[in-house]
């Protein structure tokens, strides 16, 4: 309770009560108003929010503007009395009629002065409502009149004489036609009221209690445990009493609100029931009449429930809150379970005026995230295992954020048509509540993510030391199953990740006599190292000693202590051997070439004991705290207690033998030769060799008994032949090339071609058994007449004119897709039997439509046209967009992407072509209808403006500062940047359709500014400026491949955008990603990481971590933090630190980048391609060569082989290492050296200049030796290499 400055207050009187020339003073000033407004006639009943708590019925006029003093609130009901009585006040007559008077209860009706007052009727049994409303006696006049004091009875006798009881005495009466009117909507209306008051009283008490068994059974174990339910159970109550016109005056005078109080159209009233039930919470002023006769006075203020407490004189007396939450009880839209805690709360024993507050506080509180209440409220409280919407809906429920310094936790969802949805928090230190906006939101994950992060919590397991807290709960997916990638101790690895079995705490740690003892590090684990190649030179002890691969002489395991760090350990994801996949992410390691032998062997070792972890061994089910204390006890890592316990037999049998069998990697290449898949090796069956060690295989007889298996149905492998083998594979390769050349027959075109044997079981089972699936038998109907419609287009095909022939290509191919999508919704709704997993459904039928699609592209291609074509997409207004001198972002890197382009054949090969003009219809198609959906139109519009504003020959002028001149230094331009900007939009939407309708397999548009660091607007996500971008091009060509055919789009489902440039996409996360978005996955590999940029603080305004694009290392990387997270599934951020190597990029790309999109499943793949993390670019952030470029750009299209038939583009980004392509002319510094000069020739146009500071000439000279240009070469031959579909 807040105690009162006596200083304040002045010397005149001792009491409390105001005297009547109206300047009483403190507490006395709203206390009094309680005492003796109670005794003023009873009149009208109210019930406010009837009229859902319009403003205009919630005050009551007075002439009195002042204080809240008795006399102020007689004179209050008495000009409010004058104001219903007026027949020309249409807002006052509103009043009148929205509120009924309480014609049949005699205790409530007003007397005349001079009459006789009738008999108060015997009093009712006290009960629970009597005896716990304060002043229960507010509708019994003899309990009002009642003092504490003889002095105090007598002066407020006194103060009742002299006041008006009556509003017939005080106004004059109204038309006797309209009063009657009005006194008959009255008594109706009060009859209905009383009425409904109890059927609500009823229906509180019956609702509430159906609702709370089925609520509670919704709600979350975790989150029942922070709102503490199990004390919520609530008996039966009874109603409360609706206020009257003086209650509610009363009311109004010591909130201080309404129109006695507020002059404009907010009276203070809410329009809400729990807007007006926070009213508690309002602050009000306890000396304003001392602050009318002494102005320089500083106000007292005090939350109205203190200072009501603060006048209590016993635990009854507590009546400003009780006719708050009568007021509140009574407004329309209040939960009926909000009603039964707010009678509750007043009716239950306390024991003094403290309890009694206690109880009344925390009724209010509840109310906020009682889930009944916020269930009959209209919220969601389940949290769904799927979003909903592009906003997620209920799956955040449950979710921890961090809200004003505090953490919180997510208790409820509630659509709204202004913000799209709103989440409603609860802090866990007090359980007050705060409802949140879709990004207000994600600020809180973010913020919660960040703080977990930075600040790990010590395990109570490990509570008496902070040396290991950093990692003591470190854990990588996938532990369980023993199996992780690893940095080994041993100097001659090279720093790789290998694949390595971790040791249980079990099996202890070896020592150089070869025994064990237990591990006494907390922070180290034990691992084996899988078939290494760094220990070839240690052949003596090797079984392998007809080996002839050098680097395979060496032991097939070696043991290692490693610390515990996400630098040391990372999950290892390979679930089968894809010898391509190796094979490209091998090339990122920079190992010998000879190594990949060993390399291999390490996954076939890794793969086949993971699966026989998953299949055949049990899991430990401990809890996570369990876990802990098992590690603390044993002194050791978490780590080593989940990983598994292997049997003695696994790990002693003969793998050097096994892998001398199997075939070498050059034969399994030479296999994969025709396949139109990815070659998948089969997987070494531990189980199956173990299993032949006993009787009877032993003895070479067969087991008629199926071996065991923990592996659940879900689980099973879904391919269409479970027994595929490379051999097996090049054969049936060869039977369909041989089919496919005899011409067209029915086996050629048979559904078994495309859909999988699993696939065509469910198409062709009619009767409904265990393993039907409805509507799937109609997808097998529609797939077969695709077929058919695809053999009849090839038939008559040869007879078609060139520009027929691409129409029907387009045709063919966009039905395929459309057909697909189609499939999946119906899939995904019809009734799944159980043991039958929807996944494997989805999946086959996605293959099965993407087989037709690549057959389509196959039959219907030609010279120049479909597959086998790769395109390059620019255009010389793009040439328009000039920056000022020393940007990094000069205008001569579009001729050097040319320049690399066709170096790479682009214009000299038929089928590489070079497109060098965007037509008009994908201009103003990007200007008016893509743009405007990427881009806020104010931005747009602002952006324009200001490029329209720059006079011709002026050049390198600020585009994207704000009002006060900040965040334009490095994005400049000239009166050409719009256009320029827009004509690559329209590149990349012209590269969406050519790749989609089959015109060619990838595109690369050579185009410019760079767009990924714009976003919905001005500098999105806090960044200090927009890093030379100025429209998205990946964005809008993503917004637009998704846009349905009704609306001018190509209706794809899934889009995927991956952007390795150095710096992280902040514009595209912005449009596409700022919430989740199930059609959109945005994947950034990029420099950064919480360790550099910093961890956010809460409210900081700091942007010394948001340096411009280029600024020094020490100050973070541009744009920031918004790199360093994930804030949900639909964005996939890998900040790989200081500088981006070949090792973390590949590293990434394999085990992170590769299975989140083949989850995903995109039916379009769209690259920013930034090149600025090459050795040599001015920006030093990067360790990449050309040929790491070309390898990225490889994996990117491998990801869309396997995903989307090969359907991949890529729009120019980053990447500033391009020597000086023109004579300086700063002639008068010193030379050292002979100058040279980049020959473009005839690409690098005759008026472009290229004026580059001495300083940044001297970084670009060593681009002579490789630099952007190779770059882009090599990144167009990935490209030209990868556009046969198999």
């Known amino acids: 309770m807040m105690s009162i400055d006596q200083d304040q207050l002045p010397p005149n009187k001792e009491s409390s009560c105001p005297d009547d020339k109206g300047d009483s003073i403190a507490v006395g000033e709203i206390s009094s108003s309680f005492t003796a407004a109670t005794q003023l006639d009873k009149g009208d009943t109210v019930n406010k929010g009837q009229d859902q708590g319009t403003s205009e019925n919630h005050g009551l006029k007075s002439n009195d503007k002042d204080t809240p003093d008795p006399v102020a609130a007689e004179e209050s009901t008495s000009s409010s009395s004058e104001a219903l009585d007026k027949p020309n006040d249409s807002t006052n007559m509103k009043r009148q009629l929205d509120s009924p008077m309480d014609e049949d209860n005699p205790s409530k009706r007003s007397k005349p002065q001079g009459e006789t007052p009738e008999p108060a009727p015997k009093p009712a049994p006290e009960t629970p409502s009597a005896i716990m409303n304060g002043s229960s006696a507010v509708s019994k006049p003899e309990a009002v009149a009642s003092a504490d004091s003889p002095s105090e009875q007598m002066d407020v006798e006194e103060r009742s004489k002299s006041a008006p009881t009556s509003a ?580 050629v075109w048979s559904i078994n071609r495309f859909a999988s044997d699993f696939l065509v079981g469910l198409f062709q089972r009619e009767s409904v058994d265990d393993y039907s699936v409805e509507g799937v038998g109609q997808l097998g109907t529609l797939i077969t007449n695709l077929v058919a419609k695809l053999r009849q287009t090839c038939s008559a095909y040869p007879g078609y004119g060139m520009h027929k022939k691409v129409i029907e290509l387009k045709k063919m191919l966009c039905q395929c897709l459309l057909i697909k999508g189609h499939g999946e919704d119906c899939i995904e709704y019809s009734s799944i039997p159980h043991g039958v997993s929807k996944v494997t459904i989805i999946t086959e039928w996605r293959k099965a439509c993407e087989r037709i699609y690549k057959r389509a592209v196959s039959k219907l291609s030609f010279t120049g046209v479909g597959n086998g074509v790769t395109s390059v997409i620019t255009d010389s207004r793009c040439n328009g967009h000039i920056t000022q001198l020393g940007s990094f972002e000069r205008p001569v890197r579009l001729p050097a992407a040319i320049k690399g382009a066709k170096r790479a054949g682009a214009g000299r090969d038929p089928n590489v072509l070079l497109l060098t003009e965007v037509e008009d219809n994908y201009y103003n198609m990007a200007e008016n209808v893509v743009i405007p959906k990427a881009h806020k139109k104010t931005y747009i519009k602002r952006l324009k403006t200001k490029i329209q504003s720059i006079p011709p020959d002026q050049k390198g002028v600020p585009l994207t500062d704000d009002s006060d001149g900040e965040g334009g230094d490095d994005t400049m331009g000239s009166r050409g940047s719009y256009a320029a900007a827009v004509v690559g939009i329209g590149a990349s939407l012209k590269a969406v359709d050519m790749v989609v309708t089959g015109k060619c397999v990838n595109v690369f548009c050579a185009i410019r500014p760079p767009g990924h660091h714009a976003g919905l607007e001005l500098r999105p996500m806090q960044a200090v400026s927009n890093g030379f971008c100025l429209f998205n091009a990946a964005a809008c060509a993503a917004i637009y491949a998704t846009t349905p055919l009704s609306q001018g789009g190509l209706g794809l489902r899934r889009v995927c955008v991956i952007d390795f440039d150095v710096h992280h996409g902040n514009g595209t996360q912005d449009i596409l990603c700022s919430t989740y978005d199930p059609r959109y996955l945005y994947v950034s590999i990029h420099a950064g990481g919480a360790h550099i940029n910093g961890f956010e603080d809460e409210g900081s305004e700091d942007e010394s971590f948001r340096h411009l694009l280029g600024g020094r290392k020490t100050e973070g990387i541009f744009p920031g933090r918004c790199g360093d997270t994930s804030p949900h599934k639909g964005v996939l951020n890998i900040p790989l630190g200081q500088k981006v190597t070949a090792s973390a990029i590949g590293s990434a790309l394999v085990s992170q980048v590769t299975p989140r999109v083949e989850e995903f499943s995109p039916d379009l793949i769209i690259l920013s391609a930034g090149f600025d993390a090459h050795e040599n670019d001015p920006l030093g952030m990067g360790g990449l060569s050309a040929a790491d470029f070309g390898s990225v750009t490889e994996v990117a299209c491998q990801m869309a082989y396997k995903t989307c038939s090969g359907r991949i583009l890529s729009v120019l980004e980053g990447g500033y290492g391009i020597p000086c392509c023109r004579p300086r002319n700063d002639l008068f510094l010193p030379t050292t050296s002979e100058e040279r000069l980049l020959d473009l020739g005839e690409d690098l146009p005759s008026n472009m200049d290229d004026e580059v500071h001495y300083t940044l000439r001297q970084k670009l000279d060593k681009c002579h030796e490789e630099g952007f240009l190779e770059c882009v070469q090599s990144h167009v031959q990935s490209f030209v290499k990868c556009n046969i579909r198999k």
């Not at 369980?480 to 940095?487: M, P, S, T, V, Y």
Request: contains cysteine; negative net charge.
């Open 168 to 747: 017939d005495e005080a106004n004059p009466s109204p038309p006797p036609s309209e009063q009657s009117d009005a006194m008959d909507v009255d008594e109706t209306k009060s009859s209905s009221a009383d009425d409904e008051d109890n059927d609500a009283g009823a229906a509180a008490n019956a609702q509430s209690d159906d609702d709370l068994d089925f609520t509670f059974d919704l709600i979350d174990p975790a989150l029942a445990g922070v709102m503490k339910l199990e004390d919520m159970i609530i008996p039966k109550v009874e109603p409360l009493d609706r206020l009257t016109f003086r209650d509610l005056a009363e009311l109004e005078a010591a909130l201080q609100i309404g129109d006695h109080y507020n002059y404009g159209e907010d009276d203070g009233w809410k329009g809400d029931w729990a807007g007006n039930l926070d009213l508690f919470r309002k602050e009000v002023v306890v000396n304003k009449n001392y602050l009318n006769t002494q102005p320089s006075a500083k106000p007292i203020r005090i939350d109205y429930c203190d200072w009501v407490a603060s006048n209590a004189r016993n635990k009854n007396d507590l009546r400003g809150l009780e006719l708050l939450f009568r007021y509140v009880y009574h407004m329309k839209g209040t939960p009926a379970m909000a009603k039964k805690i707010l009678a509750y709360a007043l009716q239950r024993p306390a024991q003094s005026s403290e309890e009694r507050l206690d109880i009344i506080i925390k009724a209010a509180t509840r109310m906020n995230y009682d889930p009944i209440v916020l269930k009959q409220d209209g919220w969601t409280i389940q949290k769904t295992d799927n979003p909903e919407g592009p906003l997620g809906g209920a799956i955040y429920i449950g979710r921890r954020v961090m809200w004003q310094k505090h953490e919180a936790v997510v208790v409820a969802y509630i659509p709204d048509e202004t913000y799209g949805g709103l989440w409603k928090g609860v802090f866990l230190e007090d359980l007050d509540t705060f409802d949140m906006e879709p990004g207000e939101l994600q600020m809180g994950l973010k913020k919660w993510e960040n703080k977990t992060r930075q600040k790990p919590t010590r395990s109570n397991a490990q509570s008496g030391s902070t040396r290991f807290a950093a990692t003591a709960k470190f854990t990588v997916s996938g532990i369980e199953n023993g199996i992780i990638l690893a940095k080994p101790t041993n100097r001659a690895s090279k720093g790789i990740m290998w694949p390595a079995r971790v040791r249980n705490v079990v099996e202890g740690k070896l020592t150089a006599d070869g025994k064990v003892r237990r591990n006494s590090s907390k922070n180290q684990i034990h691992v084996i190292f899988l078939a290494p190649f760094w220990n070839a030179q240690d052949a003596s002890v090797s079984k392998m000693s007809n080996a002839t691969d050098p680097y395979s002489v060496g032991p097939l395991f070696e043991y290692d202590t490693i610390e515990v760090s996400e630098y040391n350990i990372q999950e290892y994801t390979h679930n089968s051997i894809s010898i391509e996949q190796l094979e490209t992410g091998f090339k990122f390691l920079g190992l010998p070439k000879g190594v990949f032998a060993r390399y291999l062997d390490s996954h076939r070792l890794a793969v086949s004991l993971k699966a026989y972890s998953l299949k055949h061994m049990s899991k430990n089910r401990d809890s996570e705290d369990q876990l802990l204390a098992s590690a603390s006890l044993t002194e050791s890592h978490i780590l080593s207690v989940k990983a598994p316990i292997f049997p003695d037999v696994v790990l002693m049998l003969p793998f050097d033998y096994i892998l001398s069998k199997l075939t070498h990697p050059s034969e399994l290449a030479a296999s994969s030769l025709g396949n139109d898949e990815d070659t998948q090796e089969p997987v070494i069956d531990i189980d199956a060799i173990v299993h032949s060690l006993s009787p009877p295989e032993c003895f070479g007889k067969t087991s008629q008994e199926p071996r065991s298996s923990c592996l659940t149905p879900e689980a099973l492998p879904s391919s269409p032949d479970p027994n595929f083998t490379p051999a097996k594979s090049a054969k049936r390769a060869l039977q369909l090339a041989s089919e496919e050349n005899n011409g067209d027959t029915d086996a």
